[in-house]
């Protein structure tokens, strides 16, 4: 993705302002307490023996497991909601607004959390149901299937998301300029991409940030342009955004991700595996096929996601960093990389310079000012060439 954004040309560096530092300040500290809270629920239903009393409660609705699991599930899915809800309205909604970033009202909010917790809660449940069935067939081997049906399962949802997920929540049509189309097809040619079309996305009926992406795999595989990003941005700039993701594809970032989200989800089914397998007599479990251990199973995943994040945040970063000069390679005009940045982070008030550590842990992106630096390094090297070249 194009990231998180902002910019201007020029040599000196350039402050966040204090309402941008105020909103990142808030937004974090918003994530901390969600990530705090979603650990101390799994924390007192582990501890208090609530998840095993109403694992026996589901079980007295139904003696088929899965049917039991199902009831299990709605339970745990509609507590940890109930008691998330708060938080979920203050990042998703109150924040955005204090901002000036949403134009949703109250009611489509509601509207969209609603689909997504249906769409989520069914995905969750299918995963939980799947899970629980492979432990009760194999469960010496649960894990290594889980692992295989799950990294497939996540390419065949990003294959499938353009044209099944994403009309759920958004409108899009096919772009109507037809040179700047003409122009994005034949930057997706240079870079050996097969794109199919290319969409504007109705992203301002919800929100004022811009975006565009190279959305989908194979036959579903679309560039995608936010309206938002339509209304502010020279065709030089959009291309410069563009051709950024294209040096995701260049570079193979996708295999490569697929490559890293494999070796995180083998390795955290075999964690799991060894602690649920070590607390299978804890707890009042009756087995690692208890679905009474799905809190603890979650606090483990939710653990091991956060040692592994920065190592795959400073994976992304590399990434990020190569398809930034594959775009500064591929576009005629590097200024308009910087003023595109320039515009992205106006508009999506990002942070220019995080405070290097907040970076480390929690950024996929290089900051704002680095990228931009690394535009005019570019740049200068460029010219310097070129000035050899002639003399
Ligand atoms: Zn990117």
């Known amino acids: 993705m194009w990231g998180p954004t902002t910019v ?12 941008v530092k105020r909103y990142h300040r808030v937004h974090r500290l918003l994530g901390v307490a969600g990530f705090l809270l979603d650990l101390a629920i799994l924390g007192v239903l582990l501890f208090t023996g609530w998840s095993v009393k109403l694992r026996a409660l589901s079980g007295h609705w139904s003696s088929r497991p899965a049917v039991a699991l199902l009831i299990y599930l709605l339970a745990f899915g509609l507590l940890t909601q109930c008691v998330g809800l708060p938080l979920d309205f203050l990042k998703g909604f109150w924040i955005e607004h204090r901002y000036g970033l949403s134009n949703l009202t109250l ?27 492979t432990m009760r ?81 194979g036959n579903t595989r679309r560039i995608i342009l936010s309206d938002t990003l339509l209304e502010n941005f020279q065709e030089d700039e959009v291309e410069a955004v563009l051709a950024h993701e294209f040096g995701h594809h260049v570079h193979r970032h996708i295999l490569q991700g697929i490559a890293v989200q494999m070796a995180a989800t ?13 607390f299978s007599g804890f707890f009042g479990f009756t087995g690692l096929a208890d679905f009474a251990n799905l809190p603890l199973l979650l606090l483990v995943s939710t653990l091991l996601s956060l040692l592994l994040l920065p190592a795959v945040n400073a994976h992304s970063r590399a990434m990020e960093r190569q398809a930034d000069a594959y775009a500064l390679r591929a576009i005629p005009s590097k200024s308009a990389f910087v003023t595109g940045m320039e515009k992205l982070a106006t508009l999506n008030l990002a942070e220019r310079q995080p405070h290097p550590w907040i970076e480390f842990f929690f950024h996929s992106h290089p900051s704002i000012e680095k990228r931009v630096a690394f535009a005019e390094r570019f740049k200068r090297r460029e010219l310097k060439d070129e000035i050899g070249s002639i003399l």
């Not at 919800?206 to 565009?212: L, M, Y």
């Not at 083998?266 to 799991?272: A, M, R």
């Open 266 to 278: 083998f390795l955290g089914f075999y964690v799991v595996q060894v602690v649920l397998g070590h």
């Open 137 to 217: 067939r194999w469960p010496e081997h649960w894990w290594i299937i889980c692992a295989l049906a799950f990294v497939g399962f996540f390419v065949l949802l990003a294959q499938l998301a353009p044209v099944v997920i994403f009309p759920i929540f958004f409108k899009f049509k096919p772009l109507e300029n037809r040179v700047l189309t003409d122009r994005l097809l034949a930057l997706s040619e240079r870079a050996g991409t097969r794109v199919r079309g290319v969409f504007e996305w109705k992203l301002s009926e919800k929100s004022k940030k811009a975006n565009a992406a190279l959305a989908g795999l």
């Open 8 to 19: 201007c040309p020029r040599e000196t560096l350039m402050e966040d302002s204090p309402r």
């Open 107 to 133: 009611a489509a909010w509601a509207k969209d959390r609603a689909k997504g917790l249906a769409l989520g809660g069914a995905l969750l449940a299918l995963g939980a149901e799947f899970l629980y069935g």
